[in-house]
């Protein structure tokens, strides 16, 4: 029984993941918290039912959730990240994150002014259920975490290995020093935002899959677990923030068994003000996106 | 007439949580979660009245203390956050509050907190409202108004400058979550009731547009911005996700058009206005963090 | 000896550098030649490295001419003015601390092909050998000495045709001084021009055909490197003696 819960978590922490990273990345490449983040997830998803509804197929239903997922990240980068370098100091920190919460509202409050606020059946989903080695699997949790183990080592490799993540790490350790070896830290920045955009449409599509619905403001728990997971991994780092939501998945989906659903958020708390009060900066160290 | 009554007295009490938010902000602590602090006073005051029968002239103070011990504690723990990363729990805070005190049946569990004994008159209300505003006025003018000021400007430099930073980052969260407790108390005994969906986003996130909005530099401007949030949809009559729709379209404008809201558009008129008339343009220059901190040492030397 | 009827790589007139509202700079004039390299030297504060990073588009500037081989840079942003071809060399390398000696380089050279990444970093590599045994290093864990060649070797990566150079030998021990300025000195010699910012002004002068004198935000004085050598005011003010 404790087992097959310590499963659920683990495959559920692929979406957390998912968030989790996206969030590291703009940190560290800006020192920005995007609020907005895990909306951009719910965005997509909401995008992707609407073109079913409207009878499009899944390809075209998937193109048309990219196209405003990549359209909401330029204009969250242009109205709240990019203004964020004029102010000093402390004041920089605040701006975006105003900023952004302000984009969430907006994205949260227009999907349920346009398709409602109440929970939407999310047309691909897969909520049947295999038996893997005695365990019971959800087929939709199986396969986002596979897709996100695949979308992680993808990063992974991408920042570590490439060129492209080279200069990002380049920027998010000397924004000057980028700037003297040729890099443009703004159009960095603009298509790091885009990509990590992606990663939380993904996400969005991966939890309407998994869960088999979708909801407008089903992004703030996913942001709340995303940026936890985040400061609990240690902020800056990758690998952290995929630990971190490991933990979180874990522990919710364990608690959850003894303590009913509803603690589900009170864990996440406990679990951040143990970790802040242990080890403060996180599990894991890092220098500027690593 | 009663109806624009009922529609101030309610704005009136949310201007004292925005007072509260207010000073906690001013300090460099993002309180996303206000709603929770604001809970504590509803939760308390109203649960020793409904369970015990207490009157609200000894559950008021009480929670009042409860708020200001609640947000002590909560400060304390997270001393070592900054800015956004201290925003982020209180963002986790107030969505484990939410679930947490639905599984506490002293205060009414799932269902909420009922039998809260009612106070009718509107006198507590503007009482409290004009107290904690002369309250605030008095700090933001003091030394310790300075110290506040230097410390959510930058704190390393405020820590130079002699503030004792944890010190300060602890009381004056205590004392904003203690206004903001009065706030709760105020409505759980204006309505009845308290539930747990009271403690979660829509109230927290209402308030800090209304400090947003107002303008977070000045006392007045928890005061501008609530009254003005309170008159808007009474003006024009939309859906509550409507109503949210153009609160987070008013925070984003804020933050990228004018960060100091109202109050600070009104001081810059005023300031041009000065400039056009006096010779001397740089007297009206604004002072950056380390002329607040030099400030704060020079007022602190010549006591 | 000085430009002559080649065209300048740098031409600078009446340059002006503010920090906001305060001026660093005030009015510099100076030109480099093909294969020149020049030293300004100065007191501390007197303006020398808000003068370079003004020339690299990191501070705001006010020119009546900005030109870099035949080109008007004032108000471009600093990594248009690196693709043109200027290398800088920052006081206090400014490094990316995380990445290794191999990722600095790799950052550099990204534009070229395979080969052409061979050869340059064996061009490199025959500078400034240590980096080579230290490829794997994190830059932050190395000396001063070890940051200031790779600060240099990055930037040749691409094959700059101006090097702009804020005081290479700050905090390091004469040695690796004498390390740093031989691989200018080689530089100079394959006729690399430069321009080079130095408290140091024995080095400098050394290192370079001509100088100028920066102080208080103006250039006061101009002349052939071996003159200021001799030169007793000079001597006494910045030379020690």
């Known amino acids: ?233 240690g902020i800056g780092s990758l690998r952290g923030a995929v630990l971190g939501a490991i933990l979180i998945g874990v522990v919710e989906a364990v608690a959850v068994t003894y303590f009913g659903s509803q603690s589900r958020d009170v864990w996440v708390f406990v679990i951040l003000m143990i970790v802040l009060a242990l080890k403060p900066t996180g599990l894991v160290k890092a220098q500027g996106v690593a | 007439m009663a109806f624009w009554t009922t529609i101030l007295l309610t704005a009136a009490i949310n201007a004292i949580a925005a007072l509260g938010l207010f000073l906690q ?136 400058f002699g503030v004792r930073v944890k010190l300060l980052r602890v009381m004056v969260f205590g004392f904003g979550a203690a206004i903001e407790a009065l706030s709760g108390a105020l409505l759980a005994h204006r309505f009845g009731l308290y539930q747990p969906t009271d403690l979660g986003f829509a109230l927290s996130l209402s308030t800090i547009v209304a400090v947003m909005i107002g303008g977070k530099n000045s006392v007045w401007g928890p005061l501008l911005g609530t009254f003005f949030l309170v008159i808007m949809p009474e003006v024009i009559k939309i859906a509550p996700e409507g109503e949210l729709l153009i609160l987070g379209t008013l925070l984003l404008l804020v933050s990228m058009f004018c960060p100091d809201g109202l109050t600070g558009l009104i001081a810059e008129a005023v300031r041009r206005l000065r400039s056009l008339g006096s010779a001397n343009p740089e007297a009206s220059a604004r002072p950056d963090a380390a002329a607040v901190s030099e400030g704060v040492l020079h007022h602190s030397k010549h006591r | 000896m000085t430009g002559g009827t080649a065209e300048p790589v740098l031409e600078i007139s009446r340059l002006a550098v503010s920090y906001g509202s305060k001026p660093a700079v005030r009015d510099v004039s100076l030109s480099i030649g093909p294969g020149e390299a020049v030293a300004v030297i100065g007191s501390n504060g007197a303006g020398k490295t808000s003068m370079l990073r003004g020339i690299m588009g990191l501070a705001s500037v006010a020119a009546e001419r900005l030109v870099f081989a035949g080109r008007a840079i004032a108000g471009l942003p600093a990594q248009r003015i690196a693709t043109l071809g200027i290398g800088y060399v920052a006081e206090g390398r400014e490094l990316f601390p995380g990445l290794t000696v191999e990722e600095e380089l790799l950052i550099g050279s990204r534009k070229l092909s395979r080969a052409e990444r061979a050869d340059r970093f064996e061009e490199v590599f025959e500078l400034f050998p240590r980096l080579k045994e230290r490829l794997g290093q994190v830059t932050r864990t190395m000396s001063g000495g070890e940051q200031q060649m790779l600060a240099i070797a990055r930037v040749l990566l691409r094959a700059p045709k101006l090097l702009l150079l804020d005081e290479p030998s700050l905090g390091l021990a004469p040695i690796i001084q004498d390390a740093v300025y031989g691989a200018l000195a080689a530089l100079r010699k394959r006729g690399l021009p430069m321009l080079l910012v130095e408290q140091n002004a024995f080095r400098a002068l050394n290192a370079c055909d001509r100088a100028y004198v920066l102080e208080l935000g103006s250039i006061t004085r101009e002349g052939a490197s071996c003159e200021f050598l001799d030169d007793p005011s000079i001597r006494a003010a910045y030379l020690g003696s």
């Open chain 2, 25 to 160: 902000i001013r300090s460099g602590q993002f309180n996303i979660g206000v709603a929770v602090f604001v809970g504590v006073g509803g939760y308390v005051s109203g649960a020793l009245g409904a369970r015990f029968g207490l009157p609200p002239a000894v559950t008021i103070p009480i929670s009042l203390v409860a708020g200001f011990l609640f947000g002590a504690l909560f400060s304390a723990l997270t001393l070592r956050l900054h800015h956004w990363f201290f925003a982020v729990t209180t963002l986790a805070l107030s969505s484990a509050a939410v679930s947490g005190i639905s599984l506490i049946d002293f205060f009414g569990g799932a269902l909420g907190l009922s039998g809260v004994p009612f106070v009718t008159s509107p006198v507590p209300i503007v009482l409290s409202l004009l107290m904690s505003f002369l309250l605030i006025c008095l700090i933001d003018r003091s030394a310790v108004g300075l110290a506040i000021r230097a410390t959510g400007d930058d704190q390393m430099l405020a820590q130079i």
């Open chain 1, 1 to 233: 029984m404790l087992l097959q819960q310590i499963l659920n978590g683990l495959l559920g922490s692929g979406i957390y993941a998912l968030y989790a990273v996206g969030f590291t990345v703009i940190f560290g490449i800006m020192g920005v918290l995007n609020m907005a983040h895990a909306d951009v997830g719910m965005v997509a998803a909401m995008a992707v039912v609407w073109a079913v509804m409207m009878g499009l197929g899944p390809i075209e239903a998937m193109a048309l959730s990219l196209a405003v997922t990549a359209l909401i990240a330029v204009v969250i980068e242009r109205c709240a990240i990019r203004p964020a370098q004029r102010f000093k100091s402390d004041a920089a920190i605040e701006m975006p994150l105003i900023a952004t919460i302000g984009i969430g509202m907006i994205l949260e409050n227009l999907a349920a002014l346009l398709l409602g606020n109440r929970a939407l059946p999310f047309p691909f989903q897969r909520s049947a259920f295999l038996n893997i080695g005695g365990f019971l699997v959800s087929e939709g949790l199986l396969i986002s975490a596979g897709i996100a183990v695949v979308l992680l080592l993808a990063l992974e490799l991408l920042v570590a290995r490439t060129s492209f993540g080279r200069q990002v790490r380049a920027v998010a350790q000397n924004r000057n020093a980028a700037r003297i070896m040729g890099i443009n830290p703004e159009f960095m920045v603009l298509i790091t935002v885009i990509l990590t955009s992606g990663l939380a449409g993904i996400a969005g599509c991966l939890a309407g899959v998994s869960y088999g619905f979708v909801a407008p403001y089903m992004g703030i728990p996913y942001a709340i677990k995303g940026l936890v997971a985040m400061i609990v991994g």
